[in-house]
């Protein structure tokens, strides 16, 4: 499920972690009562910083999206479908402004980014 | 917070050039802390220092609370080194080894060095000397994690090892430090590994240490700004410049550190402008830290 | 801790020590059985403690090899790693030097016990004549202390690094420069006869190694 983290990105470690997380859960990847990898199999896994990963699941443990259990690990809280769709929206939104500030730096103005979307996404297509 | 590791104004010298002068080096307790620098500029000796094995001409070494060279024997209990080279006696057999070990570490733990040994694959009837070196860098790294120690001190633990040997020694080096708060001293050229685990890193260059921050903040840090315009100096500037040179057309490419977004205010001003900032990974950072260092600043 | 050290040290110099022992069991045997005729008649005396001593010399010899190969042995995995995994181990250095010496010393009690057999089996088996008289445990211990010594004085120099090797040779450089000038200057000084009379002759510690090493004598 981590497959893409990437360290070089200036998103910091625990935040690619926690989005992958948010992400999965609000697109119901993740199922409520769903077990995360333990601190320790993660940072294993993934070689990257304990603490890294303690920070991720705290993040998310903050915004309601798991509960961390004492002794027994990390695991999906039920998340109501307004909160899921709010995510959702979140994450569009986040790729829209990538691919805007992308388009700006090659060049591409808004119109012809608009005409690409409509012929890539397909006008009335599910 | 107490530091594992404090070194405070280290000199050394073999022959007539100083190789180590006025060093500081803190390491807090319970970090990952990655030493890098360039080839040469003294990191091992650094580390032999700080273990007790050369004696410095000046400077203070304090190990886990205790100085150093005073009563290093106590201290090296608690403390696992994995060297550059291979060390260990090559006419034991990996058992031999790990039994030889066992002797002198009172906190050694036997079934984990079992379980260790089975998961790097070792043949536990093979004398040191015949492993290849992937299985002797393995080798080392599970003698330094068996013994379950406070401080981890690894010089180079990976280097010249397959990515797979890598990931292996990487993943119980973490797996370690997920189940113990111990503290990790790591030195490396391997910037992309560090940039993974490290929460701390201090940047060695020509006998001295020039930086020592968090990662996030080094890593976040180094920005290189494309500015419209020529802006006049950067005495003032809330951000630190390490180099500026002319763009193509107007304007110019400057290198800062420390940058935070709030910091683009500085350049709101007549006839100058911040067009963009670009992100640089931890190595690309690293090598213009190094290059403005030994370069005249503007 | 001294039973790994011990192990470690075996694998090291176990071929030294078993060859030693071979040697040291058949040389008393060999010196006292090498004066047998052909014809088996009884030994004569002139011609056993002839042969006992042109033999008794590779007592000295062979102490002295294997005090120097088995100390080489000891020192030779630090030297490898280049010293690190001694100097990185919990113990103090003096405490690990010990460890090392009292290892090598264990070690060697297998040639001197094969001395001591052998002298032992070599009196008992042969018709010694009338007037001589066998000191096989006098000879033994006396290989033991030569072999201790020499282990001893070998240790001390291998444990060293390149700069005591250095000083030592420089010392003996020295000395012999110190004795050139004051015999081109006419001097009454003899150095190195001093020198050797206080370290060869007791009580000098190596001493022991000179004189005539007779299994049996009058």
Known sequence: ????????????????IANRVRLAVASGELRPAAAL??????????????????????????????????????????????????????????????????AGRLGVSRQELQAAVTEEIGVGAP | ??????????????????EIKDLDLHVPQGAIYGFLGPNGCGKTTTIRLMLGLLRPLAGRITLLGSAVPHDVAAILARVGFVPEQPHLDPMLTVRETLAFHAAFYPTWDRPWAERLRVQFALPDDQLFGRLSKGQKGKLMMLVALAQRPELLVLDEPTDGLD?????????????????????????????????????????????????EVPMERLKNGIKRLRIGGTPATADNAPFVLLAREPANGTGETWLVREWEPHMA????????????????????????LLRSFRSPRP | MFRVMLYSQWKWSRLIVLLGSVAGF???????????????????????LHAVQSWGVLYPVLAATLGLLVAIASWTPDHRGRHVYALVLPVPRWRYVLLRFGAGALLLAAPITAVLVGALLAT????????LQGYPVALAVRFALAVLVAFAVFFAVSAGTARTAGIVLALIGGVMLVQVIANVARVDLDLVGKLQLLVLNWPGPLAIFTGRWMLIDV
């Open chain 1, 1 to 16: 499920m981590f497959e893409h983290l990437n360290p070089r990105s200036p998103i910091p470690l625990y935040e690619q």
């Open chain 1, 37 to 102: 990898p333990s601190v320790r199999q993660l940072a294993t896994e993934l070689r990257v910083n304990p603490a890294t990963v303690v920070q991720a699941y705290r993040d998310l443990e903050g915004e309601g999206f798991v509960e961390m259990r004492q002794g027994a690990g990390t695991f999906v809280r039920e998340v109501a479908p307004q909160a899921r769709a709010r995510e959702r929206a979140r994450q569009a939104a986040a790729l829209v402004r990538e691919m805007l500030a992308q």
């Open chain 2, 1 to 18: 917070m107490t530091n594992a590791i404090e070194i405070e104004r280290l000199c050394y010298r073999t022959g007539r050039t100083f």
């Open chain 2, 163 to 211: 990515p797979v040997v890598r990931r292996d020694v990487l993943s119980a080096l973490l797996e370690y430090v997920s189940q113990r708060q111990a503290t990790v001293f790591i030195s490396s050229h391997l910037v992309h590994e560090l940039e993974r685990f490290c929460d701390w890193i201090g940047v060695m260059d020509d006998g001295r240490l020039i930086i």
């Open chain 2, 265 to 288: 205010t500085y350049f709101d001003g007549p006839g100058v402008s911040l067009h963009e900032v670009i992100d640089l990974d931890l190595e690309e950072g690293f090598v213009e």
């Open chain 3, 26 to 48: 058949a040389l008393p045997l060999i010196s006292v059985h090498g004066a047998a005729r052909a014809d088996s008649s009884p030994l004569q005396a002139p011609e056993l």
């Open chain 3, 124 to 131: 008992s088996s042969a018709a010694i004549p009338a007037g």
